[in-house]
């Protein structure tokens, strides 16, 4: 694994928690945020998987 590929699973937990989170609370932009944080993991994950598999 590469840092782009931890870095990226990382962000895909920490948002689906902070969602999560925001749901517990009421609190629709945190839920947003949470689910935006995970997006923005799965692409940099994606990224890392592309540069692992052209090596």
């Known amino acids: 694994m590469n840092k782009d590929q931890v870095?990226?699973?990382v962000k895909q937990?920490?948002?689906k928690v902070?969602?999560?989170?925001g749901e517990a609370?009421?609190?629709?932009?945190?839920q947003v945020k949470g689910a935006a944080k995970q997006?923005?993991?799965k692409v940099q994950k994606g990224?890392?998987?592309?540069?692992?598999?052209h090596k």
């Open 18 to 21: 902070q969602q999560k989170t």
């Open 25 to 30: 609370i009421g609190s629709e932009k945190q």
């Open 47 to 53: 990224i890392g998987d592309l540069k692992d598999n």
């Open 7 to 9: 870095k990226g699973s």
């Open 39 to 41: 997006v923005e993991g």
């Open 13 to 15: 937990a920490a948002g």
